[in-house]
């Protein structure tokens, strides 16, 4: 199982990003994927996830009617779109699926 998150970056306040985790090595197909954030000196949080179809998310509330995850299975690749970024969404962001972590990807929101 490889994934490799990209799409981090520093944007100001308000700004959007998208981040991709492109996955290999399983069928991506037949699992759910989800999007996890760690800032500086914190535990690592779900951000939100995605059932296999892409027909159900889930979010956490600090990023709801925020961010929007997605999935193209014809690409292997989950996104995380992110709206209305705030300086509290600084994080590095981690793709996961059955135990699986990605080497992350910076999102630094400042002004």
């Known amino acids: 199982v490889q994934l490799v998150e990209s799409g981090g970056g520093l944007v100001q306040p308000g700004g959007s990003l998208r981040l991709s985790c492109a996955a290999s090595?399983?069928?991506?197909?037949?699992?759910?994927m989800s999007w996890y954030r760690q800032a500086p000196g914190k535990e690592r949080d779900l951000v939100g996830s995605i059932t296999n179809t892409g027909s159900h998310t889930y979010y956490t509330d600090s990023v709801k009617g925020r961010f929007t995850i997605s999935r193209d299975n014809a690409k292997n690749t989950v996104y995380l779109q992110m709206n209305s970024l705030k300086p509290e969404d600084t994080a590095v962001y981690y793709c996961?699926?059955?135990?699986?972590w990605g080497q992350g990807t910076q999102v630094t929101v400042s002004s």
């Open positions: 090595g399983f069928t991506f197909s037949s699992y759910g």
């Open positions: 996961n699926t059955i135990g699986h």
